[in-house]
């Protein structure tokens, strides 16, 4: 009996060890995405419009072996901002008028996180006149100014960049920034009508711009580091353009698909963001409302402004 006993217990121990052996994978032969293009289709190009109809659209798609995945910067001359192409087909709306190059970068993503970059060259028009209605109700068709009106609610919030329309994160209470960063309310921003296609918006601060700091601000003189809150600056004046928005929403949102460009680094609306694209999603003689991205560039900041009295 003691020799079955030994006799089972070294094969017990045998199993043991046969089933603790060590088990090696391999990956196999991880390579990065070839023969990648991207195919561009300018709107409305024809031998008689060679960069397009002047809505400024333009279709990208991405073909090659070995893609899983594929992301697309439109403008190489802006900060870096890729976008997922949802399979493999993606169009964009350039909105800064006239005729413009732009290089485009298209990262091509494989397995195990191998990727191949190319990049193209697209020539492009975009002609856009706004709504006369728009301009009169920004302008007086002269000059008007405006002001965050603390007095409603939502006057001031935030949300998603994309897939939501609405300031979803957090919203405004009446007078919420009355005690914190008041400079907010007493900021104002008139809007000019010089011609029938220039206009200038003049930013005026008695108590400061309401902005982020450092690398989050554009406006110069503003602190290195710090909290969001109000910081000297004296205003400025700048140009701005009307330009077609470059989100795609939808009229129905509502919008009025029509944004304001602010040009230079030295004006804002309501809040120093980065992005200077204002879409105007509403506004008629009494009430503005705008939507921009926001210091963090996954962020949609909404203001509702009024006129000065």
């Not at 009508?193 to 003049?202: E, F, G, H, I």
Request: aromatic share 10%.
């Amino acid at each position: 009996m003691k020799n079955i006993k030994y006799i089972l217990t070294f094969l017990l121990i045998g199993i043991v060890f046969t089933n603790c052996t060590e088990e090696k994978y391999q990956l196999g032969e991880l390579k990065a995405p070839s023969n990648v293009a991207v195919a561009i289709s300018v709107a409305g190009k024809t031998t008689a419009n060679p960069n397009g109809d002047g809505s400024g659209d333009v279709t990208f798609t991405i073909s090659g072996d070995n893609i899983l995945a594929s992301k697309i910067d439109f403008n190489a001359n802006d900060a870096v901002d890729l976008v997922l192409v949802d399979g493999g087909r993606i169009t964009k709306k350039y909105t800064t008028l006239g005729l413009n190059t732009y290089t485009v970068t298209v990262i091509a993503y494989g397995p195990g996180g191998t990727s191949t970059t190319i990049t193209a060259d697209v020539t492009v028009r975009s002609n856009f006149t706004p709504d006369s209605a728009i301009v009169t109700a920004l302008t007086n068709n002269a000059s008007k100014t405006w002001v965050v009106d603390k007095s409603v609610a939502g006057h001031f919030g935030v949300g998603p960049w994309t897939g939501s329309v609405t300031p979803e994160w957090w919203s405004a209470n009446v007078n919420e920034k009355v005690a914190t960063a008041n400079c907010f309310y007493t900021s104002t921003f008139t809007f000019a009508k010089v011609s029938s296609t220039a206009y200038t918006l003049k930013v005026t601060c008695p108590d400061g711009a309401f902005t982020k700091t450092g690398s989050l601000t554009t406006l110069p003189g503003i602190p290195a580091s710090g909290d969001e809150g109000c910081y000297s600056y004296g205003g400025a004046t700048g140009a701005f353009s009307f330009v077609p928005s470059s989100t795609g929403i939808s009229a129905a949102t509502p919008s009025t698909q029509t944004s304001i460009l602010l040009s230079g680094v030295d004006t804002f609306i309501g809040y120093g963001s980065l992005k200077k694209e204002y879409e105007i999603m509403v506004i008629n003689a009494n009430y503005m409302y705008l939507r921009v991205q926001g210091t963090e560039t996954g962020n949609a900041w909404y203001l509702k402004l009024k006129p000065t009295p």
